[in-house]
Structure formats: C-alpha cells, structure tokens
C-alpha cells in the first residue's frame, strides 16, 4: 500500500499534536515539518526545514497540513500555499 505524504507548516501545539497523531496512522508518512524557525532547534520526528525552501517539496508532499496561527499565519500562509500544495488548516 502506498502511503499518503504529509507535511506540517508550523511546529507550536498544534504542529507536534499533529506529528503526533500520524505516528498512529500508517498510512501516513511525514515527509517534513517547515517552520520559520532554526531547523536545528525543533525535536521533530522528520527532518525540519526552513518555510521558505517548502516549495522545493512540490512534487514530494500530497497534503500539507496548516498548524499556523489562525489570527494571522493562516489567513496569509493558506492562499499562497494552496496554489502550490493540497491544504487543510488546523481548524477545518
């Protein structure tokens, strides 16, 4: 079975409860988590990668799971991700 390729925007609360909940789900792989800040600072199951190389995974990602702020990251992030990537927001 081939498995769905997931990545996280965002790696507060809501990112690592995500990262979480695919450790359950083995149909899910978690290709990476993006994040604004320094890669080697997060504790990530992935590997963590800077937001702005996150279109250099265009072709490697089937959903990208959006775990920004709702106030402000994810009305801005959302629109310009969703030109590139499959979306869904942490409050859908």
């Given at each position: 079975?081939?498995?769905i390729?997931?990545?996280?925007v965002?790696?507060?609360?809501?990112?690592?409860?995500?990262?979480?909940?695919?450790k359950?789900?083995?149909?899910?792989?978690?290709?990476?988590?993006?994040?604004r800040r320094d890669?080697?600072?997060?504790?990530?199951?992935a590997?963590a990668?800077?937001?702005?190389d996150?279109?250099?995974?265009?072709?490697?990602i089937?959903v990208?799971?959006?775990?920004?702020?709702?106030?402000?990251?994810?009305?801005?992030?959302?629109?310009?991700?969703?030109?590139?990537?499959?979306?869904?927001?942490a409050?859908?």
């Amino acid at each position: 079975m081939s498995q769905i390729k997931i990545g996280i925007v965002g790696y507060g609360n809501l990112g690592r409860g995500v990262e979480t909940g695919l450790k359950n789900h083995p149909d899910m792989e978690l290709v990476g988590v993006f994040s604004r800040r320094d890669p080697k600072t997060l504790n990530t199951l992935a590997p963590a990668y800077l937001i702005d190389d996150i279109l250099t995974f265009k072709d490697k990602i089937d959903v990208l799971i959006l775990c920004g702020g709702s106030k402000s990251d994810i009305p801005k992030q959302g629109p310009v991700l969703a030109e590139h990537f499959n979306t869904v927001d942490a409050y859908d």
